[in-house]
């Protein structure tokens, strides 16, 4: 039996390319409200929640212009732009690998559960998940992606030495850390971790095939 029968996955830059569709939705936001961004909207931008990309794309924290910015980016996304989300390749058959082998697997995401839900139905790939979590996903929201794990591995019961994180930025390792998980991060995404960046005891795997083998090894 492997040896973390939980597998906690990151979404964005992990499992899929949802970049083209993200990047085209904030350039709608911003052309729909007339706002100039304040700096190039490209995939550097992708990772954070929403309402900090869009402060970081405006170069304003006013509630009232991030909110225009937000609901125009939501119809944007939630319309029909999420459509344009790909699986990285292997990625599908991989997520079958690991739950046909018997292993839990979950999603802990900083994109928003209503676009989470749609992809993951969109792709066919909600059958795989036992669980989905997003920092809206209850109310008040959860604070940060480390606070996000938390909260699943205690609403479901999930010891720490039963469950790894998968992701592929700074971000997500740092997140495991601080639930005492064991992390690896993915290298075929556009959050790729270069080697100055891995810290002592993260992994990284370069495929998805690399990645199954890892988690059905240990």
């Known amino acids: 039996m492997p040896r973390y029968p939980h597998i906690i996955f990151d979404l964005d830059g992990t499992l899929i390319d949802s970049a083209p569709a993200i990047l085209a939705s904030f350039r709608a936001a911003f052309a729909h409200t007339g706002i100039a961004p ?5 995939e550097s931008v992708i990772g954070p929640p929403l309402t900090e990309t ?8 006013d509630p009232a212009l991030i909110g ?23 990625v599908g ?3 079958a690998e690991l739950a046909g082998a018997g292993l839990t697997l979950s999603i ?15 792709l066919g790939w909600r059958v795989h998940f036992a669980h989905v979590y997003a920092l809206d996903l209850i109310s008040p929201r959860l604070a940060n992606k480390a606070a996000m794990i938390a909260r699943l ?3 479901q019961g999930i010891a720490k030495e ?3 994180y998968i992701g592929d930025r700074s971000e997500d390792g740092e997140s495991a850390d601080a639930n005492g998980l064991p992390f690896i991060a993915v290298t075929w995404g556009y959050g790729s ?26």
């Open 54 to 61: 869009l402060q970081l794309l405006s170069g304003s924290a």
């Open 153 to 155: 591995l205690a609403d």
């Open 108 to 122: 802990a995401t900083n994109k928003r559960i209503h676009p989470t839900r749609l992809i993951l139905d969109h």
């Open 193 to 218: 971790l270069n080697a100055d960046e891995m810290r002592t005891g993260w992994r990284a795997a370069a495929q998805p095939a690399a990645l199954g083998a890892m988690l059905l090894a240990d």
């Open 93 to 95: 058959e991989l997520l």
């Open 68 to 90: 225009r910015l937000a609901e125009a980016f939501k119809a944007s996304y939630d319309g029909a732009g999420y459509r344009e989300t790909a699986a990285y390749a292997g």
């Open 38 to 42: 304040a700096v190039t909207i490209d």
């Open 162 to 164: 039963q469950a790894i």
